[in-house]
């Protein structure tokens, strides 16, 4: 979006440290394995140099990626190594090869290079021909661009263990750019800096910022871990201004400016919307100002069919006018149209940009909209403010799905656009899981489903399920977690008068009872922590549940035979700071039920205290699997 061209045409420039090392592996790169205080490594980064230069004709980049496998598993690691870019960068001089241990180079061709975006952002991936053990793959490009109001940050890690990592910044003559860090140790703030000539203007040189780090542990994608690039190391950098030869340009003057920009943006979208008549439609004999937001808020929810995506830039419809047509858009087209919709309707509403949490925290002193990758909207009454998210219309007013769960975000309105706190209700998140199986002479099992998900996990899965098809939903969220075959024969997923969302299900399971004799043991149905989400011995970041929350399951057992007597999985509970794991069971009249909870109070356990959580939900998994036995008569 926020994009400053000064002059056309981009001045190439070669990679010197490439052009010098490129192909040429030294006997102690060859020797190098896996570091004493990260063993497990099944590849390593022997180094990842970058250098941005920053130009009045452009900006380039050039990178050089030199890594080793360790092992044949490292193969799947290196597999996914790659590079971002936008639509509009060039890449030049883009080259990978892969050399053996005997010193073969083995070059990629065209067909083993691969492009694919996610989230408006390109990614090129490589095939890397010859993957074994003890051989080392690189690769080298050139990113020529003129995004002077969104110079790309630079990341010391990855998810592979990096033995060097350095970036050196350039800035030509004229140029006045701010840095910040993240995660960086104290001794390692201060960039080294120097100077290149400059061969236009010997008096003028470039000036050199580097910054280089060394024996870094990977940050890999773990469950229940948020915002990644938090984690990472990190240097960011803004271009203030441009001084040339008689006019100054600044691309940095505040949070306001940018707040005009993205104003236009959206008044674009929303002119000649044609809302007037809808909105006094919605709101007709309706007299109390929130009670005009709900029904307001119903009718995009319910109306408008959200489509997956949701990222602040309104492309799935070219107006407001399509996106009534189509009656389909993504979540930040819903929430403009609720905002419109508002103010045709006399009340005052904005919208709010926010980074969500799958991305990282917002950073304030980072002058980019770029850092924004989702669109809420704000309401004011009379006494009250309200942020609203119309996008599912399983997420009840008043409420955001989870991963909008953040502390602040940016108010748009013009000039007067401003970063604001961002205040939710903490509604309790409750999930009730009512299963009945039946079991029959053959050993098949029928079973019923009624799953009650309240607070969070309501827009949560209800998001899910209205993106998916409702039996795709049952099948990916709930039966395919079984691991056993199953039929699914009828399904409904609906929100009740009180916000919940309700998820019922008739399925059957054909081979799930073990019968000796006239004992028939079986496992009762349990739909999540069946295995456990934290198999590593150690974790570096933070478990993070986002938000309290309570996992209820309750089964009932029973069977077209009587049954005499039955041992039941025992009384057990475990807990720790923060979460609690009991389970129940009692066999009465010749039925079996097993009741089941757990309650995690503390949504975020910090890496010092994961040896217990890991504990906990090994222990959970393990109850899980653990089954009755039954005496048939």
């Known amino acids: 979006m926020y994009i400053i061209v000064i002059l056309l045409g981009i001045v190439s420039q070669s990679s010197p440290a490439a052009d010098k090392g490129w192909g040429k592996v030294s006997p102690a790169e060859w020797q190098m394995g896996a ?69 073969k180079a083995m070059k990629l061709l065209s067909k083993d290079y691969f492009t694919k975006t996610i989230g408006g952002v390109k990614y090129r991936t490589f095939a890397f021909p010859g993957l074994d053990s003890g051989c080392i793959v690189e690769f080298h490009y050139r990113n020529l661009n003129t995004r002077y109001g969104n110079l790309d940050p630079w990341y010391f890690q990855s998810d ?50 580097t910054w280089e780090m060394e024996n870094l542990e990977p940050i890999t994608d773990e469950l229940y871990m948020s915002a990644r690039a938090d984690y990472l190391k990190a240097v960011y950098f803004q271009l203030v201004s441009y001084q040339g030869l008689y006019e100054t340009t600044n691309f940095i003057s505040s949070w306001q400016d940018l707040g005009k920009e993205f104003q236009d943006y959206i008044d674009g979208y929303a002119r000649g919307s044609g809302l007037d008549e809808l909105s006094a439609q919605l709101v007709k004999e309706i ?28 492309t799935d419809n070219d107006d407001i006018g399509a996106l009534r047509k189509s009656a389909s858009g993504n979540g930040a087209e819903k929430n403009i149209m609720l905002i419109e919709l ?154 009740d008068s ?7 299900a008739k399925y059957t399971l054909p081979d799930y009872t073990r019968l000796l004799d006239s004992v028939l043991t079986i ?9 456990t989400p934290f198999p590593k011995q150690r974790r570096s970041i933070p478990v993070d549940f986002n938000y309290p929350f309570t996992y209820h399951n309750i089964v009932t057992i029973t069977s077209d035979r009587p049954v005499s007597s039955a041992v039941l999985p025992p009384d057990t509970t475990f807990q720790i700071d923060g979460a609690t794991y009991r389970r129940a069971s009692q066999f009465t009249d010749g039925q079996v039920m097993i009741d089941s909870r757990l309650v995690v109070t503390t949504p975020t356990f910090s890496p010092l205290v994961y040896p217990g959580v890991r504990r906990l939900f090994e222990f959970i998994a393990q109850a899980q699997n653990e089954g009755a036995a039954l005496v048939r008569q």
């Not at 799947?76 to 883009?94: M, N, Q, S």
């Not at 910044?169 to 004229?174: A, I, N, R, S, T």
């Not at 009180?498 to 019922?504: E, Q, T």
């Not at 496992?523 to 295995?531: A, D, I, M, N």
């Open 287 to 314: 007299v109390d100002p929130v009670e005009k937001a709900k029904a307001i808020y119903q009718y995009v929810a319910r109306e408008i069919v959200l489509k997956p995506g949701g990222e602040p830039y309104l």
């Open 35 to 103: 570091p004493a205080d990260f063993p497990e490594a099944n590849a390593i980064v022997l180094h990842d140099i970058c250098t941005l230069t920053v130009r009045s004709s452009g900006i380039e980049i050039t990178r050089w990626e030199r890594m080793k496998l360790l092992s044949k598993a490292g193969a799947d690691e290196i597999g996914d190594v790659g590079f971002p870019y936008f639509d509009d960068d060039k890449i030049k001089d883009l080259r990978a090869q892969t050399i053996t241990p005997d010193g």
């Open 160 to 209: 592979i263990y990096t033995y060097k990592s350095s970036f050196t910044l350039v800035v030509g003559p004229g140029f006045t750019y701010s840095s910040s860090w993240s995660n960086l140790p104290m001794a390692k703030r201060e960039s080294r800096d120097g100077q290149i000539p400059n061969m236009d203007d010997p008096r003028r040189p470039y000036k050199t910022f």
């Open 498 to 504: 009180a916000g919940k969302c309700l998820v019922m």
């Open 523 to 531: 496992k009762p149905v349990s739909f999540r922590y069946r295995t």
């Open 342 to 495: 508002l103010k045709k309707a006399g009340l005052k509403a904005w919208p709010v940009l926010i980074c969500t949490r799958d991305e990282r925290k917002f950073n304030p002193s980072i002058y980019q909209l770029q850092q924004f990758d989702y669109l809420i909207s704000f309401v004011q009454f009379d006494s009250s403010v309200m942020y609203v998210d119309a996008s599912s219309k399983f997420c009840p007013f008043g409420m955001f799905l989870p991963h909008c769960l953040v502390e602040a975000g940016f108010l748009i309105d013009g000039k007067n656009s401003q970063l604001v706190k961002i205040l939710r209700t903490e509604p309790r998140t409750y999930r009730l899981d009512l299963t009945n199986m039946h079991m029959d002479s053959a050993g098949s099992v029928t079973c019923s489903t009624l799953s009650s998900l309240s607070g969070y996990f309501a827009p949560e899965y209800g998001a899910s399920a209205e993106e998916k098809a409702q039996n795709d939903f049952v099948k990916e969220y709930f039966l395919d977690r079984l691991g056993v075959p199953f039929t699914l024969d009828t399904v409904e997923v609906t929100l």
